[in-house]
């Protein structure tokens, strides 16, 4: 089954304009992707690593790209197509509280 990463962009302050019953719901939804054996976490300080022509590696501790709101979090889930996968996602906290998901299909080698 084709995998898609998903990344959740969002804010304290859009989560808390959500009603709390919405935010509960959302918070299910969750639940149901994690049953369905999606691997969900939240978002944790980046790193990023260099390693140019193998010279040596250089880490630097924040983000290398930036947006309008700050990650949330991620999850890996598994859907039969895009359409599925963006089905899944749209009633998780980051869609429905002001905040958005991306979808990112996952090509393996």
């Known amino acids: 089954m084709p995998k898609f990463v998903t990344i959740g962009y969002g804010d304290e302050a859009g989560y808390q304009r959500t009603s709390p019953n919405l ?25 990023q690593v260099r390693n140019p022509d193998a010279s ?3 880490v630097e501790h ?9 990650i949330a979090g991620f999850a890996i889930i598994e859907a039969d197509n895009l359409d599925e996968a963006i089905k899944l996602v749209s009633a ?8 958005v998901v991306e979808v990112w299909p996952l090509e393996e080698q």
């Open 23 to 47: 935010r509960k719901a959302a918070h299910a939804e969750d639940d149901k992707l994690a049953k369905r054996g999606a691997l969900i976490g939240i978002a944790g300080a980046p790193v």
């Open 92 to 99: 998780v906290p980051c869609a429905v509280c002001h905040g």
């Open 56 to 58: 040596g590696v250089r």
């Open 62 to 70: 924040k983000a290398y790209m930036s947006s309008l709101l700050p």
